[in-house]
């Protein structure tokens, strides 16, 4: 901690600002911190390492990037912005997206208070001061009472340790660090290796497009119908009826959408026949996007029998579009390789039709693991090379946390955030750490974050942020603590939850079980928005008491 003192002292002044909040990270979250906190007065930055607006956006513009949220809903709800703009397609891609991001800078002027390309490298906390002290890759250094750490939950790209990868021949890319001007694959043989959300998206965008694609699954994605469609001036004045109580709604569904599970609504699966599920079923599957999930009964996270019932009525459906039975059985298998619904679902729209062209061929790792890279491509177990140009990683990131730990943040008992969560992670109401005090997290662990769409979570959990913030202001008080019980209680609540339903049957970034050596846990708040924001009522309720004040 000294060194990182000496370093900061010896920092130009001019490189030197002292704010009330520093925010991290220039997505939906840290926008809303800004333009919050700075209607209430408040001197706030946001530092951002990329050299514009957008976060995920901007790092993720690979071929196919795009929401799997419909664009109306995939916006700010913030002082009627949505009212003038305009989507081009149903589920936007990146292009789009950071276009509607340029859009909610001109509106709200939010880029005076942005330093791009300056990334946030480490933090101090002063307890003379009670401010952190956050210094960064340009010099600059802030002074700051208030740390909001708005980096996303995937933020930090994952790159498995595949032997070998220097000797290769061709062209490596990890999706999640996207050349922006982007690659032309055209006549190429190219190897995806990952089929999650990525994945999904650069297979189908890229199987009609290069000369051969080679297709490295381990786990089958059980991915839904996005039934995308374009979208035109009088389209998109008919999605805005009712739009205002459709972003009012948010707080009041699982996820922060429109929909929310059919049993939510006071109904169950119980009184229902097979029939008569499978004919909702079919309904569900005509909406596509998340509503054969997210708006399936809630039942299927916890019982077995109803979630082989789901996931049978997808296999079934996607089965059919597949000509080659042993393709079929390898991305649609007989037998669920876990339960439905407990991995992150893509949404698709030609991807399984992708695998009917002789150009794509599927190797399935759990058959035959990679062996290692080699000049040619990729050696598979069974003895295989298969020859490539030019190869993708779509194998995500170290989810949720990566983004925080990667920053080399101590808190007041000199521990960085990386070494305190090294047994897992313990978050208070998912925004707090005790040991870290007036450093907060918005859409980050143990918050409904990845459970949830992601501008509704970045506005309805960042608003509680702003209230605290606001509240210690009122109070004089300038410093807060999470404490251990308070973190090992949230901890335990999620914790028994998750032990109570099917989350734990998959290997899955939500258990954090896809970076090897990461504790394994439920890293989101599995209880739905209501739920989450019933537990910030009652905090408030007892004056922020829960909370060390100072
Ligand atoms: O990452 P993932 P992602 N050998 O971790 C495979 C959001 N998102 O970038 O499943 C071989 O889901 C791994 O295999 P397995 C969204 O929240 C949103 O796709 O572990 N394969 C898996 O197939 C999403 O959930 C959007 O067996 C290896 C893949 O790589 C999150 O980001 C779009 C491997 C990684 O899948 C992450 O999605 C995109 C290895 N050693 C992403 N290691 C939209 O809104 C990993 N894999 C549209």
């Known amino acids: 901690m000294n060194a990182v003192m000496k370093e900061s002292q010896a920092t130009d002044a001019s490189q030197v600002e002292t704010l009330d909040v520093l925010v991290v990270g220039a997505g939906f979250s840290g926008l809303y911190q800004l333009d ?3 209607d209430l007065g408040f001197s706030v930055k946001i530092y951002e390492a990329a050299p514009q607006l957008g ?22 709800g913030l002082k009627g912005l949505w009212q003038d703009w305009e989507f081009n397609e149903l589920f936007p891609g990146w292009d789009e997206i950071r276009k509607y991001f340029e859009y909610v800078d001109q509106k709200l002027d939010l880029s005076r208070d942005i330093r791009y390309s300056t990334r946030v490298e480490g933090a101090h906390f002063d307890e003379a001061s009670h401010r952190w002290i956050v210094r960064t890759d340009t010099g600059r250094v802030a002074h700051a009472r208030h740390l909001v750490l708005c980096t996303g939950i995937g933020s930090r790209p994952y790159q498995p340790d595949f032997p070998g990868l220097s000797d290769f021949k061709g062209q490596v890319y990890h999706t999640a660090r996207w050349p922006q001007g982007g690659v032309d694959f055209t006549g190429k043989r190219v190897g995806v290796i990952g089929t999650g959300a990525t994945g999904v998206q650069v297979i189908q965008e890229l199987g009609p497009v290069v000369d051969h694609l080679t297709v490295f699954q381990r786990t089958p994605n059980m991915a839904l119908p996005m039934r ?26 699982f996820g922060g959408y429109e929909y929310d599970f059919f049993d939510y609504a006071g109904e169950s699966a119980e009184g229902l026949s097979h029939a008569e599920i499978l004919a909702r079923y079919e309904d569900y599957w005509a909406e596509g996007g998340f509503v054969p999930w997210l708006g399936n009964f809630a039942q299927i996270w916890t019982d077995e029998k109803l979630n082989t019932v789901a996931y049978e009525f997808w296999r079934d459906k996607v089965r059919q579009r597949i000509k080659d039975p042993r393709t079929a059985e390898k991305l649609a298998p007989t037998v669920p390789p876990h339960p439905y619904g407990v991995k992150r679902l893509s949404l698709e729209q030609r991807y399984y039709e992708v695998y009917n062209e002789p150009n794509v061929a599927l190797v399935d790792l759990l058959e035959t693991p990679i062996e290692r890279i080699t000049a040619e491509g990729v050696q598979t177990r069974d003895g295989a090379v298969h020859p490539l140009d030019a190869l993708i990683l779509a194998t995500g990131f170290d989810m949720v946390t990566g983004g925080l730990t990667q920053m080399e943040i101590r808190g007041s008992n000199g521990h960085t955030l990386k070494e305190h969560w090294q047994g897992g992670v313990s978050a208070y109401l998912g925004s ?4 870290f005090p007036n450093m907060f997290f918005v859409y980050g662990p143990q918050a ?28 004089n008080r300038t410093r807060i603590e999470s404490t251990p019980q ?10 028994e939850y998750a032990a109570g339903t099917l989350f734990g049957k998959a290997e899955s970034w939500y258990m954090s079980a896809n970076v090897p ?13 209501p739920d989450y ?4 009522r009652e905090v408030k309720a007892r004056g922020y008491g829960d909370f060390r004040l100072a």
């Open 486 to 495: 308070a973190d090992q209680a949230w901890r335990q609540r999620i914790d």
């Open 448 to 475: 409904p974050a990845g459970l949830s769409n992601g501008p509704s979570s970045s506005e309805l959990h960042g608003e509680e942020i702003v209230q605290l913030i606001e509240f210690l202001h009122r109070q």
């Open 55 to 76: 976060g995920v956006w901007y790092w993720n513009c690979y071929p196919g990037a795009r929401c799997d949220t419909h664009g109306p809903m995939y916006q700010l």
């Open 533 to 536: 924001l019933q537990q910030w």
């Open 517 to 529: 050596g990461k504790a394994r846990q439920m890293i989101n708040y599995p209880r739905g928005i």
């Open 432 to 435: 707090m750490t005790t040991g």
């Open 36 to 38: 919050r906190l700075r």
């Open 228 to 253: 995308q469609r374009q979208l035109n001036h009088e389209e998109n004045e008919a999605l805005k009826v009712g739009l205002a109580e459709k972003y009012a709604k948010r707080a009041r569904t």
